[in-house]
């Protein structure tokens, strides 16, 4: 259990309202990290002097940090409280976004992008726990508009890199000038989150919890969302420059327009959630990925790809909060199930960009968005395992009921 810093009222309507926007500006804030990064892959490609596989090669080494590294983000949370930790992690990884441009070779990118994975996989941990006990005491579902904000941050970050692309700044540039900009932004929304701690006595969380088996197929709709997003956000502006033969700012707002979709999608995700349901929702997403990502492999006109790698935004963009939901009650353990989506998930976001590299050295960049076209697809066949099982209406829990429900005020 957590409790509120003695002395900080926790519980008033006023002061909730101002810790969940103060945790939407951290979400944002993580999220343009993402996006500068993003759109400057080619440029880090270009200065590392590497092919196609090697860049898939070195962009699962973000995702390993991270995996690696979240176990540690519950034990400095229990350690220095939520807030505190909040501001160390989310600072470490602000700062980390200079770090893969100065690689000048594969083995000092790849070092570079485990560090940035890892501060990237501590940080989302803290955040996302905040998120939680903020919607917890609030009554009400806010982690969608959460998600939602962090992918503004990814837009607003991914447009930034468009223009800096556009105009030929320097990626080394532009990522400190960045960096110092979202770190100081960053410091000042945690100021308004929850500070919680720890009970006195209480013991550290484990390094590992086994998640129920129920949650392995929720886990699996996860893997194949995070893998569609994993591999647009890392590999449009590449399909864009490589296979079409644009410039290097139109490949760039490739990028943009997947984050933008993505953003619409989360911010409006839990209206459609409670008019149509998680399993029909997710069904519509998968058909609309889909069509995009057929979009992305047939058609040669730049216009009509960026539509397409929008379209798989847009598709696939409530998918992920959905697996949460769905595994946090698809049993008695719901921290367990929701640890193992995110490993699952984790596990996805790992894979992606190395299979896309290599399945596009062995072939080309097409085929490997025909597999991402594929696991889109899959969407539509395992949308039925997010369905709720029967429980307590109410709260998050009415928002997110197979079948349609009136929509909150």
Known sequence: MTTVTPGEPGTGPARLRRARFAIAAVFCAH?????????RIPWIQEHAQIGAGTLGLALAFPALGAALAMPLAGRVNHRFGARAALRGLLSL????LVLPGLAP???TLCCALFAYGAAAGMSDVAMNALGVETENRLGRSIMSSLHGMWSVGALLGSAAGTVAAHTGTDARVHHLIAALALTAAGLVAARGVLDLRSEPGQEAPPRFARPPKAAVLIGAVGFCAVFAE???LDWSAVFLRDVLDTGAGTAAASTTAFALTMAVARLAGDRAVDRFGAVRTVRAGGVLATAGGLLVVTVRQPAAVMAGFGMIGL???VVVPLAFAAAARSG?????AIAGVATITYTSGLIAPSAIGAVADATSLVVSFGLVTLLACALVAGAAVLRPKAGPSGGAQAANRDEPAAIRP
């Not at 343009?32 to 759109?39: K, L, Q, R, Y």
Request: charged fraction near 0%; hydrophobic fraction near 45%; glycine fraction near 14%.
């Open 315 to 317: 598709g696939i963009a």
């Open 105 to 107: 070779n594969p083995v």
């Open 31 to 39: 999220g343009a990290v993402t996006g500068s990064f993003a759109t």
């Open 332 to 336: 008695p353990a719901p921290a367990q």
């Open 230 to 232: 994993g591999a647009s």
């Open 93 to 96: 990884w602000t700062l980390s």
